[in-house]
Structure formats: structure tokens, C-alpha cells
């Protein structure tokens, strides 16, 4: 009797954490929280001050095991400067798991010493990476000046180690932003003249953040 009783207790405690698990890892398909999520990155808007957006086409698999995924280039025609933003969100473990390190690193690019830089945004705290990432070939070499931090809602971090600084029980969504600027079209002079920071990107960004506090928070500046 006690065989069966404790047999049974095991079973029911194996399917319990089965359950418990499949919803922890959204294996019976996407919740409404990072559906809204994922929709919220539309609200976005093509315009933001002297930059004009135009979508880009986000390939199959490019984006990851996370939800939401939006990729767009800005162009400033004062500046002549284009940029290329890369915004995704999720669950925090597939979000907080791909850096630019493995993102870039798998395409061949080789990702410099990185540096944190804060910016002012409208007094929400914003503290990016900065570092330069170049991919050689036979024929050519590629330049691209690369900023990036994540955000639970409470400001944009440049996080060391963004699985542990953002777990999934305080934040079920974390959004990750990519923003480059491709620098192969100038010379070695004027690369050398930026040193290591872009004020074109870090233009774009104090345009930009303020919009995705209100948008994907409702933090107004």
C-alpha cells in the first residue's frame, strides 16, 4: 500500500513539474504578454526627428528564439549619415544569451575592446556598449561601429552578464538594441578622427530612446 501511495505521489509531482516547466518555457506556444510585446515594436515610428526610417526584411531565423524583431535603417539627410537599428524582445534567457560577440562573431566579424558610454535621455538612465567590429576578406574590409544594452523596463543597461541581471520572475520581457553604423566608406583618416565613440549613432540614440521609454514602457520624458 505504501508502494503504491509513494508511486503515485512521484507521478503526480513528475507531471506537476512538467506542467510548471512547459509554461516557464512557453512550450505550448506564445502568451499574450510577449504578443503584446512583439506588437508594441510597430508603435515605433518611421520618423524620428531628422531620420527617416525604411523597414528591412528580417530573413528566417535570423531573429532567434525571441518574439519580437524589428530591423530598420534611418537616414539623415543633414548629416548624410544612415544607421541600422536591431530591435528584439522576449523572454529574458534567449534575449540575454545572444551578444555581439556570438551574433557578429558567426558571420566572421571580429569584435573590438568595448566600452560602456552613457547618454542623456531625458533623465531615464541609458548606458550602451560601444565598440568597432571588422570582418576582412580577400578583397575588401568591412567597418561597423556597434552600440548595444538591453532594457527591462527600468532603463537601458550595458550589462556584463544580462542573464543574471535579468531574471525571468522580475522581468518576463527583456528587449536588447542593437544600433551600427557601417564605416567602410571613409578613408583611414577619418576613422581614426572618431576614435571610440560615433556622434552620428549617438545622435540617433538620444532621438530615439525617449520614443521606445514611452512606447515599450509608458515612461514619458
Not at 542593437?178 to 556622434?199: E, F, I, M, N, Q
Request: charged residues 20%; proline residues 5%.
Amino acid at each position: 500500500m505504501k508502494c503504491w501511495m509513494f508511486a503515485l505521489a512521484a507521478s503526480v509531482a513528475l507531471v506537476g513539474a512538467g506542467f510548471v516547466h512547459g509554461l516557464w518555457t512557453d512550450r505550448w506556444g506564445a502568451p499574450e504578454d510577449t504578443k503584446r510585446a512583439a506588437e508594441l515594436l510597430r508603435t515605433i515610428p518611421l520618423q524620428i526627428g531628422d531620420w527617416e526610417g525604411t523597414e528591412m526584411e528580417v530573413k528566417e531565423g535570423q531573429a532567434g528564439a525571441v518574439s519580437g524583431c524589428l530591423q530598420r535603417s534611418y537616414y539623415n539627410r543633414r548629416l548624410d549619415v544612415t544607421v541600422v537599428i536591431a530591435l528584439v524582445n522576449g523572454r529574458p534567457g534567449p534575449v540575454a544569451t545572444h551578444t555581439p560577440e556570438a551574433c557578429y562573431g558567426a558571420s566572421g566579424y571580429l569584435v573590438g575592446r568595448r566600452q560602456e558610454v552613457r547618454l542623456d535621455t531625458n533623465g531615464h538612465p541609458a548606458h550602451f556598449w560601444a565598440s568597432m567590429m571588422v570582418r576582412t576578406r580577400a578583397t575588401d574590409e568591412t567597418r561597423v561601429r556597434l552600440y548595444w544594452a538591453w532594457s527591462g523596463g527600468e532603463g537601458w543597461s550595458a550589462s556584463t552578464e544580462a542573464r543574471n541581471e535579468f531574471p525571468r520572475f522580475r522581468y518576463p520581457i527583456l528587449h536588447k538594441l542593437y544600433v551600427l553604423r557601417d564605416l567602410s566608406g571613409l578613408d583611414a583618416a577619418a576613422v581614426a578622427a572618431l576614435g571610440d565613440r560615433d556622434p552620428a549613432c549617438e545622435a540617433f540614440l538620444q532621438a530615439l530612446l525617449p520614443m521606445l521609454d514611452e512606447g515599450l514602457f509608458g515612461q514619458a520624458g
